[in-house]
């Protein structure tokens, strides 16, 4: 699976981004994507995690009430919308995938990423 993710870029505190992530190389049926975000070498925190028919959905709490996650899947896409952005969101946010049906919040079970898109909330 090969992942692109686009969006990005910088917004103010209570503002609003959408990021995207299109897969290729797979039949984008049967699969796990989730979103996930890096700050300043930390680990990879798990923002989100959905199935690619999006039926199941999955959130951290951190998240919660201000992200959704959703799917084209005539586009092989994902979204991620990002709305009461705050300080502590900014990160590189990375998309993943896998295959299964169970929403893993670990970044461990995910093999497949694509690259990296800065998301900065400026205060």
């Known amino acids: 699976v090969q992942l692109q993710a686009s969006g990005g870029g910088l917004v103010q505190v209570g503002g609003s981004m959408g990021l995207s992530c299109q897969a290729s190389g797979r039949t984008f049926r049967g699969e796990i994507m989730g979103w996930f975000r890096q700050n300043s070498g930390k680990e990879h925190e798990f923002v989100a995690a959905q199935t690619t028919n999006g039926r199941s959905t999955r959130y951290a709490e951190s998240v919660k009430g201000r992200f959704t996650m959703s799917s084209d899947s005539a586009k092989k896409t994902v979204y991620l919308q990002m709305n009461g952005l705050k300080p502590e969101d900014t990160a590189v946010y990375y998309c993943?995938?896998?295959?299964?049906?169970?929403?893993?919040?670990?970044?461990?079970?995910?093999?497949?990423w694509g690259q990296g898109t800065l998301v900065t909330v400026s205060s």
């Open positions: 993943a995938a896998r295959d299964g049906s169970v929403l893993y919040t670990s970044s461990d079970q995910y093999p497949w």
